[in-house]
DNA sequence: CCTTATACCTACAGTGACTATAGCTTACAG
DNA sequence: CTGTAAGCTATAGTCACTGTAGGTATAAGG
């Protein structure tokens, strides 16, 4: 039997944020020691171990959620986990996009700038005129 | 005198959040009408433009608080905000790297998944095996 | 058996940057 | 003068946690 300290440890998951997981019902309702301490088993380990990973590869929790079920019930198709998975891939391929649009902006921005006094400034001048930016606005209209 | 409509639509900012840029002092508290309703002018609508281009780079409010006050005190150098740009700058592409990384896991995830059953699907079996992860690891410890 | 340190418990507030809602009031055009 | 669009406040919700206060349980050492 684990405790939630053991968990945290294993899984590098704080101990609140486990307790959270199982508020919001991700994780299931752990047994209880007569003191009333949470106890887990191998499997409570592995399901939150999943769930850390997949926070790590940026699903939401309600993606998580999703695949989790799948999951659970094993004699499905893995058709819904794979569309879970590409759509999370254009998710963050599109949070590329965007901040490469925003490294390009701030480069210049920087580049620019001469360190002369801030009525000159290159920086607060293309952030006063937003018509200067036109990478931006393609990227994030 | 310009109403916060007017403001919304010419900033492409929500009204709530015009109001809520006031009530954290971003904003200056507008004058009112007899009636209540607030009132601005074009030095305003410049501020508020400001601080939506910076949101849009991708400062944080508490940056954008910075900025501003160094705008609104021009006789100072430059160089704070220059700081502040590069700091940006160097958040933006770490957050790249991890997405790049992400991205990264989440092809090899996706190439391998045959639409098979759940008991053998890539998808499912990746999340559950962190170990097979390395890419990740390294860049999000 | 007793003490003590550490780990655990609940409940709630806070984070950032908004967004949404309910229920009301004002401004302005016709 | 009336209707309606736009404004107002106050409050709660979003996401995914994180932190705190104040109390209790457990395990190891004496």
């Known amino acids: 039997m684990l405790s939630i300290g053991t968990l945290s440890r294993r899984t590098g998951t704080k101990v609140q944020t486990i307790r959270y997981y199982e508020e919001i019902g991700l994780m299931n309702e752990a047994r209880r020691t007569a003191g009333g301490q949470r106890r887990y088993v191998e499997k409570d380990l592995h399901r939150l171990a999943f769930i850390r990973h997949s926070r790590q ?9 999703e695949l989790l079920d799948l999951s659970d019930n094993p004699s499905q198709s893995c058709a819904e986990a794979d569309s879970i998975a590409r759509r999370q891939l254009r998710q963050v391929e ?16 920087v580049a620019d700038c001469q360190g ?15 018509s200067a930016c036109l990478t931006v606005r393609r990227q994030l209209g």
């Open 94 to 109: 599109q949070r590329i996009k965007r901040l490469q649009a925003l490294k390009k902006e701030l480069k210049r921005m």
């Open 116 to 130: 002369d006094s801030v009525v000159e400034c290159k920086v607060l001048e293309v952030l006063r005129d937003h």
């Open 57 to 65: 590869l940026g699903f939401s929790l309600d993606s998580i959620r």
